[in-house]
């Protein structure tokens, strides 16, 4: 296959994004609101007219219910006058309001129009020469659940502000009287009328609102993509709206849903892993409640560690990561837990083809606080003792996770959070051999508000993941134990200087123990007993960034972090030299300094609004890495190898320069974006051929270094709201190396390597009782490295290899369906049956292609595809009290 080259790449990309600017530039020069019309209008409904005037104009208008209902009366007579002017004399008087949208025109509610005293300060800010800050939370008025991204916006203005990821927020607004309109998804709007002569704190709790994705008008303010604001990249997962995606064996998974987003791949068939832009699975920092989670799967990487009843919200950045985040080079996935119910007691939970679940929440003090409880186990064991194989009925195969939180509400300044994860995975054959890996991790979190304008959010952390490996025989015994472990403290600031700039800063500090290996041997199982020496680690950063609004259409966010590592004693550090062999050694004593790497990571997004509705942003990311997984399989495996960064494996860099197209069509109904990336990798590792990573030699001797290149654009287009809902994804990229020492030094493929990646969701809303949906994914196979010949060596066949993943694995694609029955729907208890079919139509997709010699005749080699998952039906039931 014909390899891109980057150049001519790049040049394809800024000719597509000036060809689609130009196509921008020339829709706004063609409003519709230039249109001109004759048209008499007596006394009639404002529907009625606002149909009238889209004939005449042959114009789309889009508007809700609340204009649609309106009792208004209207009358308008004119000749060959433009639709602006038409549209203008139709509303005036009356509370309403209109603008473009592409080439729609949008009618809504314009309660400024209601009190002109009250509309006057706020329609015209720049009038009013005092300002006051306003500032507080935004949360569920059901449960008492803080919102993330929640809009605050300044009626009859483009001031507005969203709220933090703790549900804080603030504002500077002119003084007087004033409206504000607060909006989240799947919640109901809310206008609050507030009088400002200083300073104030308001808590602001909304409603449910179970019919807003329905409507056939624009949702939210905070449903769209929040266009004005710089960052770019970002994903946000809302577990309401996807719940209902079919995935395998019927469990819900945030990971497989961030899969279907452009420039997210699966690392395999039904895996837990994902490759964010070019990247490796260990580039992606995972973290929950700011714990850092390394190995984010269950059952070999088929279910994510993420109990989707325990989780809040899902935040993923593919490029322009805020400073605060640092320590992985392709993407940060941002996974907060729910609170627990601050009002009353709740129960919850499911039962699947392999897994219950069960999750309790509720008060402590009402509304002062509350704690969560969720559990799941899997009962495959179960099955195995149904069997009359000794061997199996005695087998272990099962995951579970605990995730519990306290939250305390300790006044109007201070909030407390304690929350914990622990889950574990167990494999054994018959009591004998088996392998058992998990998470557990803790934060200790402390909100403060020092002001209206000064947020503080303080954190101590613990993360801990291992692994053991055990054999046990009648004669012999073995066991491998590995281990990482962080001592974190994190404190970051928000500081709202003023209604144009956001400063953000503060520091982190983690203490890294690694156990890269405990061998413990008896009898004759060949092996001795050994501890392969600890690697102690500190990671220290300092970070600031500013989020600075330059002018009605132009906003800019720039900050740098200083990232410090310094490697610690005790221990031996090896010199290696360029064949892979121990050189020199030095030991170290307990906390001495053996190196310590010092890196600038800058960062600079901006955004450019075209229109209401449109914008163009760009950004630039450099980010540091220490902490490397070191695996030579294509998806990863919990006893992969992990190690911090030596006196020769340097950190991982990472420059990523970003562009993308924004645009909200047809009354914000739909979105579309395009982003195109490039990212220069540097002091990238792979291992040299016939390594052994679990060798007791220093790992050092096993690995070789290079550099990098990961370029693509991706296209999302995405209905929201309606009966129909769903969306289109496709990305078009390339991901390659450049080591020395690996395919005669020239670039390859890095095995995340896909040209194309294609996702459909769709979702359906059939009645208030059902609802179906169905995803359709594509993906070109992995990049793999095949034998190319084969030799006899004292009686013995061995397979040659030459070029690094130089081959390819099949195209992969596969249909899934599923259907969501609510059995009942009531104000204390609900429940419902979801069904679904995965791999609907049988496609036998490869899982891995093995090669062997031909039984029959010795000189014939055939490959042998292995296929995990054809025709998996399954059926769940979920209860809420």
């Known amino acids: 296959m014909k390899k891109y080259e980057p150049v001519r790449f790049l040049a394809l990309i800024a000719f597509m994004l000036l060809f689609i600017l130009l196509m921008q530039l020339k829709a706004h020069a063609q409003s519709p609101l230039d249109k001109h019309l004759s048209i008499n209008i007596k006394e009639e409904p404002l529907k009625t007219a606002l149909d009238k005037i889209s004939k005449s104009a042959q114009v789309k208008f889009t508007y809700n219910e609340q204009v649609a209902n309106s009792t208004a009366k209207v009358s308008v007579e004119v000749k060959n006058k433009s639709l602006n002017e038409v549209l203008t004399i139709v509303l005036s008087g009356h509370p309403f309001k209109f603008k473009t949208l592409g080439q729609e025109i949008l009618v809504q509610y314009d309660p400024a129009k209601v009190k002109k005293p009250m509309a006057e300060p706020a329609a015209n800010p720049a009038k009013s020469a005092d300002k006051y800050n306003l500032s507080g939370t935004i949360s569920s008025s059901k449960t008492g659940e803080t919102l993330i991204a929640a809009t605050l916006r300044l009626v009859g203005t483009k001031v507005a502000t969203l709220s933090n990821e703790y549900g804080f927020y603030t504002i500077s607004l002119p003084s007087g009287p004033q409206q504000i309109e607060i909006s989240a998804i799947g919640f109901r709007s809310l206008t609050r009328s507030i009088d400002l002569h200083a300073a104030q704190r308001l808590n602001i709790a909304l409603d449910e609102d179970a019919n807003e994705l329905e409507t056939v008008t624009i949702t939210s303010s905070s449903a769209k993509r929040n266009?004005?604001?710089?960052?770019?990249?970002?994903?946000?997962?809302?577990?309401?709206?996807?719940?209902?995606?079919?995935?395998?064996?019927?469990?819900?998974?945030?990971?497989?849903?961030?899969?279907?987003?452009?420039?997210?791949?699966?690392?395999?068939?039904?895996?837990?892993?994902?490759?964010?832009?070019?990247?490796?699975?260990?580039?992606?920092?995972?973290?929950?409640?700011?714990?850092?989670?390394?190995?984010?799967?269950?059952?070999?990487?088929?279910?994510?560690?993420?109990?989707?009843?325990?989780?809040?919200?899902?935040?993923?950045?593919?490029?322009?990561?805020?400073?605060?985040?640092?320590?992985?080079?392709?993407?940060?996935?941002?996974?907060?837990?729910?609170?627990?119910?601050?009002?009353?007691?709740?129960?919850?939970?499911?039962?699947?083809?392999?897994?219950?679940?069960?999750?309790?929440?509720?008060?402590?003090?009402?509304?002062?606080?509350?704690?969560?409880?969720?559990?799941?186990?899997?009962?495959?064991?179960?099955?195995?003792?149904?069997?009359?194989?000794?061997?199996?009925?005695?087998?272990?195969?099962?995951?579970?996770?605990?995730?519990?939180?306290?939250?305390?509400?300790l006044g109007d300044k201070d909030r407390l959070f304690i929350s914990g994860y622990f889950g574990r995975d167990v494999l054994a054959a018959d009591q004998v051999a088996g392998i058992n890996w998990g998470n557990a991790t803790a934060t200790l979190r402390w909100n403060h508000l020092f002001s209206g304008k000064l947020f503080s959010n303080t954190s101590l952390i613990f993360s801990n993941y291992n692994y053991k490996i055990s054999s046990e025989e009648e004669e012999s015994s073995l066991s491998l134990f590995s281990q990482i472990r962080d001592w974190n403290f994190k404190e970051d600031l928000q500081w709202y200087i003023n209604d144009k700039n956001t400063l953000s800063f503060g520091l982190n500090s983690i203490f890294h123990t690694i156990k890269p290996g405990e061998v413990r041997a008896a009898g004759n199982s060949g092996m001795v007993s050994q501890d392969l020496e600890n690697r102690f680690s500190l990671d220290n950063a300092i970070y600031a960034s500013n989020t600075w609004k330059v002018s009605e259409g132009l906003s800019l966010t720039y900050g740098l972090r200083l990232s410090t590592f310094s490697i610690l004693g005790k221990g031996t550090y090896y010199q290696i030299n360029d064949a892979g062999q121990v050189t020199g050694e030095r030991t170290y004593k307990s906390g001495e300094i053996v190196k310590t790497y010092l890196n600038l990571e800058p960062r600079i997004a901006a955004s450019l609004q075209l229109s209401e509705s449109a914008a163009i942003k760009a950004s630039y990311v450099r980010n540091a890495q220490n902490l490397h997984l070191i695996s030579n399989s294509n998806s990863a495996s919990p006893v992969d190898r992990w190690t911090a960064s030596t006196n020769i494996i340097k950190p991982e860099l990472s420059d990523q320069v970003s562009v993308g197209y924004y645009k909200n069509l047809a009354g914000d109904r739909y979105e579309f974006t395009v982003e195109t990336y490039y990212k220069d990798l540097k002091n990238q590792i792979d291992y040299r051929n016939g390594a052994d990573i679990y060798t007791n030699k220093p790992i050092e001797t096993q690995l070789l270094y290079g550099k990098g290149r990961a370029y693509g654009i991706e296209w999302l287009l995405k209905k929201k709201t309606g009966k129909l809902s769903g969306w289109l994804a496709y990305t078009l990229s390339k991901s390659e190396r450049q080591v020395d020492g690996i395919n005669n030094n020239q670039w390859y493929n890095t095995r995340q390597d896909r040209t194309h990646d294609i996702s459909i969701v769709a979702l359906y809303e059939l009645s208030k009782k059902w609802s179906l949906s169905a995803n359709w994914v594509f993906a070109t196979g992995n990049a793999v490295t095949y034998p190319n010949g084969k030799y006899t060596l004292l009686g013995e066949s061995y397979f040659y290899y030459s070029q690094r993943n130089a081959d390819r694995m099949p195209a992969y694609h596969r249909l899934d369906l599923g259907a969501t029955h609510i059995l009942k729907k009531r104000k204390n208890f609900s429940s419902e049956l979801s069904f679904s079919l995965y791999n609907a139509y049988g496609r036998a997709n490869a899982y891995r292609i093995s090669f062997r010699e031909n039984e029959n005749d010795p000189n014939v080699t055939e490959a042998v595809k292995t296929t995990l998952f054809r025709f998996v039906p399954s059926i769940s039931y979920d209860f809420k009290f």
């Open 227 to 409: 266009i004005d604001n710089p960052q770019m990249g970002m994903e946000r997962i809302n577990l309401t709206e996807t719940k209902n995606i079919p995935m395998v064996l019927g469990e819900r998974d945030v990971i497989k849903t961030l899969q279907l987003l452009p420039g997210v791949k699966s690392s395999g068939e039904g895996s837990g892993g994902f490759f964010v832009r070019g990247g490796s699975a260990d580039q992606n920092m995972i973290l929950l409640d700011e714990a850092p989670v390394y190995s984010a799967s269950h059952l070999l990487g088929f279910f994510s560690t993420f109990n989707s009843d325990a989780i809040k919200n899902v935040t993923l950045y593919k490029s322009g990561m805020p400073a605060q985040y640092g320590g992985g080079l392709s993407s940060v996935m941002d996974v907060k837990m729910n609170d627990g119910n601050l009002q009353k007691f709740g129960l919850s939970g499911g039962v699947g083809m392999i897994a219950a679940r069960l999750n309790l929440e509720g008060p402590i003090q009402k509304e002062k606080s509350s704690f969560l409880i969720s559990a799941r186990r899997t009962y495959l064991d179960a099955f195995l003792k149904l069997s009359e194989d000794s061997t199996i009925n005695s087998s272990s195969l099962y995951f579970y996770d605990v995730n519990a939180k306290a939250n305390y509400i």
